[in-house]
Each structure stands twice: as structure tokens, then as C-alpha cells.
């Protein structure tokens, strides 16, 4: 890229870092809708019950910058959320919407998606659960996987894996924007946390870890400039991505080899 139009992009970028980012607001569950959560909802009496984690502190819809990576109540599902009222049913092998209310152009990102057993949703702690991968994109060597979002009226669909177990699981979708990455400390992660009841499922249950274990600062997919060089070999960071109890991933997660393509995980 050109240095006029490097630093122009770079302008943007930290100009609209200052605006508005999003909340989710709904979630389609297995073809069911529901409403996402509000940071609003402090000042309602009864507030409205809700799948979405509670995030008072995203009023500013802000992010969790790398250094707070390492507390898993702030990388987890947001910054000292709780869990959401609700569960949601689904069918493994179905899908879910996430719908958000709106993303910066700017901020291009990595979509990536995961799920946490747990035996109670509306009961977890964001400390104990113990995070899977089950759908990752990054960069398709023209688009980020945040303009196919943007593009599909702000709508990401997540798959759940027709092999995992029956059970309450915690999805975790989260965006991590990279418009300013090429600094330390520049990431800016944006977890969202739903819970779900999955039925009609297998036997998988693969293990993971918290939230605080899924990502460095330093990692490639994390501090990387977005404004000049070869992106085509982008690695999505976090750990491999479940293949339905297989062994071995096809993901392009950053301790695999990489991949542009979207990747769920596999079903057999």
C-alpha cells in the first residue's frame, strides 16, 4: 500500500475507533429469535431476561485490549459479565444468527466462535469455563471475515457440531478488531456469550481451556499490520479447531498451518 494511503487508513481507522462499536441485537437459535442483551437494561425494573451474558460495563460498547487477557472475568464473555437468564434449545447440526447492531467498516477482524460445557448456564462463572473452537474466518486474501459480516446485514451464522453432546453449553462469538494491531497492546477483542441447551447430539466432548489461555499479545494473528505487506498467510489465532472428536484440525488457527477458507468444525 501506498504511504499516502497507508496513513489514510490508518487515520480512519483511529477515527472511527473513537465512534460507535456494536452490541449484539438478537440471536436466532434453531430458527427461534431472541432478544440480545442491552446495556440499558441496568435501569429497567424487572429487566428483560435474556440468552446473552450481562455486560454493564459495555455501555460504552467497548473492547478488552490484550493486556486484560490474562483475567479471564474480562476476556471470558466481556468485561465482568454474568450469565444470562435464559437458555436457548438447539439441535446440534442447526444454526445460529448473531445479529449485531452495527461494526465499523474499519475495523476488519477475524469471526471466531466457541462453546464451554457447562451443567448450568444460567448459574456459570465466566473463571471456570472451558473454551472449545468450533468455527473460525479470518482473511480470504480480499476480504476480512468482519466485511462478510457487514455484507450479510451485520449477521454472523454459527454451526453447532452435530457430534458434540447432549447438554448446556456457553457459545462464545467473538470479533477481534485489528485496525490498529500493529502497535502493542492494539487488538481490541469484542466476546459475546450465549447460552444454549443442545439436543439430538452425539457423544463428543472435547476438552478446552479458559479464556485466559486462548490467546498471547504477542501472537501472529494478534499484533500484526493490516496496512502493508502479504496477508494471504493471516493465521486466526487460538487453539485448533474441534473437528468432531477427531484428531488433528484443518484449521488456519496460529499453531497450525493456514488457511483463508471459513472452517466449522467438522462433523462425522
Known amino acids: 500500500m501506498a504511504p499516502f494511503k497507508q496513513t489514510a487508513a490508518l487515520l480512519s481507522a483511529l477515527v472511527s475507533t473513537a465512534s460507535a462499536h456494536g452490541l449484539l441485537s438478537k440471536i436466532t437459535a434453531d430458527g427461534t429469535e431472541y432478544q440480545a442483551y442491552n446495556p440499558s437494561f441496568q435501569s429497567a425494573n424487572p429487566a428483560p431476561e435474556v440468552i446473552e451474558w450481562s455486560c454493564p460495563q459495555c455501555h460504552d460498547n467497548g ?4 493486556a486484560m487477557w490474562t483475567d479471564v472475568t474480562k476476556i471470558a464473555c466481556h468485561k465482568d459479565a454474568t450469565a444470562g437468564a435464559k437458555v436457548a434449545p438447539v439441535k446440534a447440526g442447526s444454526t445460529i444468527d448473531i445479529q449485531w447492531t452495527t461494526w465499523p467498516e474499519s475495523h476488519k477482524a477475524p469471526v471466531i466462535d466457541y462453546l464451554a460445557k457447562v451443567d448450568d448456564a444460567t448459574t456459570a462463572k465466566a473463571a471456570d469455563l472451558q473454551f472449545f473452537k468450533i468455527d473460525q474466518k479470518g482473511y480470504s486474501g480480499t476480504t476480512w471475515a468482519s466485511d462478510e459480516l457487514i455484507a450479510n446485514n451485520l449477521t454472523w451464522t454459527v454451526t453447532i457440531p452435530s457430534t458434540i453432546a447432549n447438554g448446556q453449553y456457553v457459545l ?12 502493542p497492546n492494539g487488538a481490541q477483542s469484542y466476546p459475546k456469550c450465549i447460552n444454549i441447551e443442545v439436543t439430538v447430539g452425539g457423544s463428543a466432548n472435547p476438552p478446552g481451556v479458559t479464556a485466559d489461555k486462548l490467546y498471547k499479545p504477542d501472537d ?10 502479504d496477508l494471504s498467510g493471516y493465521q486466526i489465532p487460538g487453539p485448533a479447531l474441534f473437528e468432531g472428536g477427531s484428531a488433528g484440525s484443518n484449521s488456519s488457527s496460529s499453531n497450525v498451518a493456514p488457511r483463508a477458507q471459513r472452517q466449522h468444525a467438522r462433523t462425522f
Open 172 to 183: 462464545r462469538h467473538e470479533m477481534i478488531a485489528l485496525h490498529s494491531a500493529g502497535r
Open 220 to 229: 501472529a494473528g494478534i499484533t500484526v499490520n493490516i496496512y502493508g505487506g
Open 63 to 66: 473492547f478488552v485490549e490484550p
